[in-house]
T-cell receptor, first 116, second 114 residues
Framework: AQTVTQSQPEMSVQEAETVTLSCTYD???????LFWYKQPPSRQMILVIR??????QNATENRFSVNFQKAAKSFSLKISDSQLGDAAMYFC?????????????FGPGTRLSVLP | GAVVSQHPSWVICKSGTSVKIECRSL??????MFWYRQFPKQSLMLMAT?????????EQGVEKDKFLINHASLTLSTLTVTSAHPEDSSFYIC??????????FGPGTRLTVL
């Protein structure tokens, strides 16, 4: 079974600074998806960024980028120019690519605080 | 992105009663819907996978007679918590999958059992 680990229960960053959230996972599959989701106090899950495992290029979405190291099974999220609105729980998630077992496997989450 | 709604967003019920939570895909047909449960300050844990027109597949440890799932159409799945008890109080989140495997989350339902 796949597992996702986030070793940082809490992180804080100064506004306008950069922060990196860590994620490691375990799988025997060669093709899969990896995601970072943000969950603000409203509890709505918001997709931040997505990476297909077969793509070597790291995904980027504006201020958000990932460092995907497939061999090391590592998938960290870098938030640049942090904003107060970035404060939330961040979940790293794995999902299979085939049509079987398409559910997400979530990590335990990292609570990010942004200090003004 | 596509829109997934949940109703109600918050429900309070007495112990022993049943509560139904709806999950709707508003602008696409969902081949598969998933139900997750999230306890305070914890991650989302998959409860069951629901395919339209067939029985739901439950994760280990989830009581299928307590958490009834019905996926009657391509846009609606319901989760019924039967004979609810205080330990069932939690945040329930659904996600809906398009045929191209894109998935979208609903806003969640907070259940409080007194």
């Amino acid at each position: 079974a796949q597992t996702v680990t986030q070793s940082q229960p809490e992180m804080s960053v100064q506004e306008a600074e950069t922060v990196t959230l860590s994620c490691t996972y375990d799988t025997s599959e060669s093709d899969y998806y990896l995601f970072w989701y943000k969950q603000p106090p409203s509890r709505q899950m918001i997709l931040v960024i997505r990476q297909e495992a077969y793509k070597q290029q790291n995904a980027t979405e504006n201020r958000f980028s990932v460092n995907f190291q497939k061999a090391a099974k590592s998938f960290s999220l870098k938030i640049s120019d942090s904003q107060l609105g970035d404060a939330a729980m961040y979940f790293c998630a794995y999902r299979r690519m085939d049509n079987y077992g398409q559910n997400f496997v979530f990590g335990p989450g990292t609570r990010l605080s942004v200090l003004p | 992105g596509a829109v997934v709604s949940q109703h109600p967003s918050w429900v309070i019920c007495k112990s022993g009663t049943s509560v139904k939570i709806e999950c709707r895909s508003l602008d696409f047909q969902a081949t598969t819907m998933f139900w997750y449960r999230q306890f305070p300050k914890q991650s989302l844990m998959l409860m069951a996978t629901s395919n339209e027109g067939s029985k739901a597949t439950y994760e280990q440890g989830v009581e299928k007679d307590k958490f009834l799932i019905n996926h009657a159409s391509l846009t609606l799945s319901t989760l019924t918590v039967t004979s609810a008890h205080p330990e069932d109080s939690s945040f329930y989140i659904c996600s809906a999958s398009r045929p191209n495997n894109e998935q979208f989350f609903g806003p969640g339902t907070r259940l409080t059992v007194l």
